[in-house]
């Protein structure tokens, strides 16, 4: 059987098995349970905003100006404008899910090869299927479980959005599905580190150990480089350079109006997906099982 036939194998097993599994539906009914928390905050805040309003419609272009003021503080005046014509709870989402994006994919991930090393059950897959393949497979059975339950949370708030009538069809289909692929692309860097941190260890409560160790550092370094960043001194910018080695750093570029950086911040983040996954291949082909 040749590589990609044995990684799409393994894949399709891991998902099912995940999918199926306990920890698969309760992953899934939080994740329902977060889009509908999502749902009634932005209608709390839009019934606060109409009350402010002594129930007038307010225009559109006042409504523009106001998301675009939002998103230039979050992120950059640019982007504000560009993000100001996309439904406000549509990129609410998706910034939101990237703060927990990290740790969901280490909860449903982190015993891939950790169990089965616990185990000693990938003796028997690596007789049928190479190591390689079967850690790149449940490499990317973990990208597609989190890929999957984030598109139940989207599509949950898209359907509420239209219901509501917040969002025309037209604006609900142009910007929830990007919203939704750019959160599948920045999951793809930590289902490759959340592999990495499986196959570090033959005890699946170490790899989780080491996964959130692994991931707390990144945040702390982004926070870091955020800090150094608004501080403005030229004493300290050469720290900011420490943001390219973080996947967190390219979600600007993610929701950029210049396809360029788009095109780019998808290629870095699969590289980053793509190389942690190739370490941890190397790893477990090393190791004696």
Known sequence: MNPLSEVGLTCLREMRKNLRSAKGIVMGLLFLLGGGAASLIYMALKALADRFSN??????????????KLW???WNPEIGAYLSHSPLIFVALF????????????MIGF??????LQHRTIRYTAVRARRTSIVAGKALAIWGVVSVLLLALHMFVWIVTLLRGDATLLQTLSWGPRMWAFSAVFTAAYAGSTILASSLTRR???SLFLGLIMFSFVWVMDV???????????????????????????????VSPRPVEVIG?????????????????YIVTRRDL
């Open 55 to 68: 129930g007038q419609p307010v225009p559109d272009e006042q409504v523009q100006a106001l998301r675009e």
């Open 72 to 74: 230039s503080g979050v």
């Open 95 to 106: 910034k939101a899910t990237l703060w927990f994006i990290p740790f969901m994919t280490l």
């Open 111 to 116: 015993e891939q090869i950790a169990g089965d």
């Open 204 to 206: 699946p409560v170490l």
């Open 224 to 254: 870091a480089v955020d800090a150094v960043h608004a501080l403005d001194n030229d004493k300290y910018r050469w720290f900011e350079n420490v943001g390219f080695a973080i996947p967190d750093w390219y979600e600007v570029w993610l």
């Open 265 to 281: 911040a998808i290629i870095i983040l699969l590289a980053f997906g793509v190389g942690t996954t190739a370490l941890a291949a």
